[in-house]
C-alpha cells in the first residue's frame, strides 16, 4: 500500500491556550492580517484580544474582516483585493479565526494573494472556471477554530460557494493546510447549542465517512476510531452544556481528527450532497451533513458492515453481539444521537421539496461523492432523497 499523509507543521491543543498566541504566532511572521469568521467573536473581545496578544509579542496586526455566512467567489475576490491594495510584505501571514466558514475564507485568501494568473477564484475551484493550478505557496497561515466541527484547521481546502451560477466547490493543494494550528476549545463556549450540535454532527460524519471512504487509509482510520470515541460521548455533554469543559474538550479534538482524517482519504455521500443542500436549499453544512448520515451508512452498509462493526466494537467494547448486530448498532446510536440533539429526520421540516431533487442530484458529483465506498446511481440518489423528504 502506498500513501502520503499531510497536517499542519504545528498542532498546539489545550484549554486556555489563547493565551499564548503571540509567542506561537511569532514563528510564522512579523504581521498578522485577521480574517474572522463569527460577529460574536468581535463582541465578546476575542478579536481585541487576539490583536492585544500579539502587541505583546511584537506582532503588528490588521484587522481585514468578518464574514458571517459561508465564504463566496465574491467574498474571497474581495477579500483579496483589500489585501493587496494594503500592501502585502515580506513577514505577513493571515489568521483565520472562526468556524470553517472564516477559516476556508482566510486559506482561499493566502493562496489568492500570493497566485495572481486570475483575479477571480473561480478559475482555481476544482470542476468550474479555468482549473487553474496553484503555482506559488500561499502566504503562512495560523488557524484558530473556534466552532469544532469541519476540521478545516487541517485539510487542504477551502469551500467557496456561488449562487449564480449554483454551485459549491473546493479549492485544494495540498500547500494549503494551515502551517499552524491554535485549538483552545474553550473558544466554542459561546456557540449556541443548535451550532453545536450541528457542527458537531459534521465532525462525526467526517470521522464516519473517512474510516470508510474507498479511499481510506490505515493513518486516518486510526484516528476516526479515537474520534469517534470523543465525539460520541461528546456531542451531547457540548450541547447541553455549553461551558462543558470535557464536553467541548472533547469536540474540538474529534474535528481537528476528522479535518487530518479527511485531508488525507475523503469522504462519502453524506458529504457528497451536503453542499447541494446549502445551494440550492440554504441548508447549514453541518446541518445538511447530520441529515444526510443515517441515510448514508444505510446505503453502504452492504459493503462496509465489518468496517462499522470494527467500530461499534472499538467504542462501546463491553457489546457482545455479532457482526451484523453491531453494524446496525452503529446506525441506530448515529440516528439516536441526532434525534436527541434535534437535528430533523426529514429534509421536507428544512424546506426541501420534490421540485428541488433533480437539482441536488445533479450538483451532488463533487470530490466527497468519488470517496463514497461504492457508486450510487443517480436513480438511486434520487430514491434515497425522495425517501428522506
Ligand atoms: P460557520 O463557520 O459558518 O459558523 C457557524 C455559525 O457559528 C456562524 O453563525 C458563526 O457566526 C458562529 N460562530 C462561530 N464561532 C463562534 C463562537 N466562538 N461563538 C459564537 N458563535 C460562533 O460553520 P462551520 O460549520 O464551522 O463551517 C461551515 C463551512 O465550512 C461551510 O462553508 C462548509 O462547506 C465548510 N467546510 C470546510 C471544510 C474544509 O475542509 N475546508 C470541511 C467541511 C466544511
Known amino acids: 500500500m502506498n500513501y502520503d499523509f499531510f497536517s499542519p507543521s504545528q498542532i498546539s491543543f489545550g484549554w486556555g491556550r489563547f493565551e499564548e498566541l503571540g509567542p506561537l504566532a511569532g ?63 515580506a513577514g505577513d501571514f493571515l489568521i483565520g479565526i472562526g468556524g470553517g466558514s472564516g477559516i476556508d475564507l482566510a486559506k482561499a485568501c493566502a493562496a489568492m494573494v500570493t497566485n495572481q494568473e486570475s483575479d477571480t477564484v473561480l478559475d482555481y475551484l476544482e470542476g468550474v472556471g479555468r482549473g487553474l493550478k496553484l503555482t506559488q505557496p500561499p502566504l503562512p497561515m495560523l488557524a484558530i477554530p ?86 460520541l460521548s461528546g456531542i451531547t455533554e457540548a450541547v447541553e452544556d455549553g461551558t462543558s469543559r470535557s464536553g467541548r474538550e472533547n469536540m474540538a479534538q474529534a474535528a481537528l481528527l476528522s479535518g487530518l482524517a479527511l485531508a488525507n482519504s475523503g469522504l462519502g455521500m453524506a458529504h457528497g450532497v451536503a ?18 448520515l443515517p441515510a448514508t451508512l444505510q446505503a453502504n452498509i452492504s459493503v462496509r458492515q465489518k468496517e462499522y462493526a470494527d467500530i461499534t466494537h472499538f467504542i462501546a467494547p463491553e457489546l457482545s453481539i455479532s457482526e ?13 444521537l441526532n434525534d436527541r440533539i434535534k437535528i430533523p429526520r426529514r429534509l421536507s421540516e428544512l424546506g426541501v421539496n420534490q421540485s428541488h431533487i433533480p437539482d441536488l442530484v445533479a450538483s451532488s458529483r463533487g470530490n466527497s461523492m468519488s470517496g463514497n465506498p461504492r457508486e450510487i446511481s443517480d436513480t438511486e440518489l434520487t430514491q434515497i432523497l425522495e425517501d428522506l423528504l
Open 27 to 89: 514563528s510564522l511572521g512579523a504581521r498578522g492580517l485577521i480574517i474572522s469568521g463569527s460577529r460574536s467573536l468581535e463582541s465578546n473581545g476575542v478579536i481585541e484580544k487576539l490583536k492585544r496578544l500579539l502587541t505583546r509579542s511584537n506582532i503588528t496586526s490588521e484587522f481585514i474582516t468578518t464574514i458571517s455566512h459561508e465564504p463566496e467567489v465574491a467574498d474571497v475576490d474581495q477579500t483579496t483585493n483589500i489585501l493587496h491594495h494594503m500592501g502585502i510584505r
Open 146 to 231: 473556534t466552532t469544532a466541527g469541519t476540521g478545516s484547521e487541517a485539510t487542504k481546502n477551502a469551500v467557496i460557494s456561488s449562487h449564480a451560477p449554483a454551485f459549491k466547490k473546493s479549492l485544494r493543494a495540498d500547500q494549503m493546510i494551515p502551517n499552524l494550528v491554535l485549538c483552545d476549545p474553550q473558544l466554542a463556549c459561546s456557540v449556541p447549542p443548535d451550532i453545536t450540535a450541528r457542527t458537531g454532527m459534521d465532525a462525526i460524519t467526517q470521522l464516519l465517512e473517512s474510516y470508510i471512504s474507498c479511499r481510506a487509509q490505515p493513518i486516518p482510520q486510526a484516528l476516526c476510531l479515537q474520534g469517534l470515541k470523543l465525539a
Open 275 to 292: 453542499p447541494a443542500l446549502g445551494i440550492h436549499c440554504q441548508i447549514p453544512h453541518g446541518l445538511a451533513c447530520a441529515i444526510m
Open 324 to 336: 451484523a448486530e453491531a453494524a446496525h448498532w452503529l446506525i441506530d446510536k448515529i440516528q439516536s
